[in-house]
């Protein structure tokens, strides 16, 4: 039975690891500041110990002196250090198939470059960022009516295929592959997951609410409203309305963003900011 640590700040992850009847969750290092209800029900309910540190540095010492055959990292948003790189065997989940899509927010852009697949893999951590070897990745159908939250949890649930992998990899009955080449993307900026009405294509007004539908919602600015929007389409405008492109209207008790005399945005699930 393996001994493994888990480094991260969602509960999936370490539940999927303590049902694998071949790992074993010694205990838990979050990040302080991240660390969520959920991590913390699960440390309580399954009785693994919990440790929380303010910098990455502060993971060496709590691995030093333990008997642990490799730790498994995702949603960690701070570098681990090349001294615990060298200490410590340490895999990350990603949630793309790399080596494309590597950096810190790689479902938004695949969602942007309008993919029909989404991927999530499982490579080695090394001191360079998503660029160890990778042992293992799989893949989603991205369907039109699945957001960025769908997304996330179908490819989160691919993870114990990943975990078997893993085992193979370390039986040596399993080849990693390379993870030089592929494509990075810098991190989303606020003007990124905003709707504009003037320069945004049809589909990457479509694509920035999906894309923002585990959080707040893109942001879509009417006259002297603002909109945050996880969910819209597109339908006809109605006969008889002449308004300028961005001005809100409502028909049949939906709201509706005028964009032309053929085509409008109807808001599907949105709040607007008061």
């Not at 300028?244 to 008790?253: A, I, L, N, V, Y």
Request: proline share 3%; charged share 30%.
């Amino acid at each position: 039975m393996y001994k493994v640590v888990y480094i991260g700040n969602i509960m999936d992850v370490p539940e999927f690891i303590s049902h694998d009847k071949d790992l074993k969750l010694e205990f838990i290092i979050a990040e302080e500041e991240k660390l969520s209800e959920d991590l913390l029900t699960f440390s309580i309910v399954r009785n693994v110990p919990l440790h929380t540190v303010k910098k990455s540095r502060e993971i060496s010492a709590l691995l030093k002196g333990k008997k642990i055959d490799f730790c498994i990292m995702c949603s960690f948003g701070q570098k681990i250090t090349p001294d615990t790189i060298k200490e410590t065997d340490i895999y990350n989940l990603h949630w793309s198939s790399l080596p494309e899509y590597k950096g810190r927010h790689p479902i938004y852009w695949a969602i942007m470059q309008n993919e029909k697949k989404l991927g999530i893999s499982l490579h080695r951590v090394a001191a360079e960022i998503d660029l160890g070897e990778i042992i293992s990745k799989k893949e989603i159908e991205y369907y039109l009516w699945l957001n960025e939250k769908d997304a996330f949890e179908l490819l989160t649930a691919k993870v114990p295929e990943l975990l078997q992998d893993l085992k193979l990899f370390l039986q040596g009955k399993k080849k990693p592959e390379k993870n030089s080449a592929g494509s990075y993307y810098r991190p989303v900026s606020e003007a990124e997951t905003t709707i504009s009405l003037e320069k945004d294509t049809l589909s990457d007004i479509f694509n920035k609410a999906r894309s923002q539908a585990r959080y707040k919602g893109a942001k879509l600015v009417s006259g002297k409203k603002t909109f945050f929007v996880k969910k819209l389409k597109f339908g006809k405008t109605p006969a008889g309305k002449n308004l300028s492109k961005g001005e809100e209207f409502t028909e049949k008790g939906a709201t509706w963003i005028f964009l032309n005399r053929a085509i409008s945005i109807k808001l599907v699930d949105f709040t607007e900011e008061q």
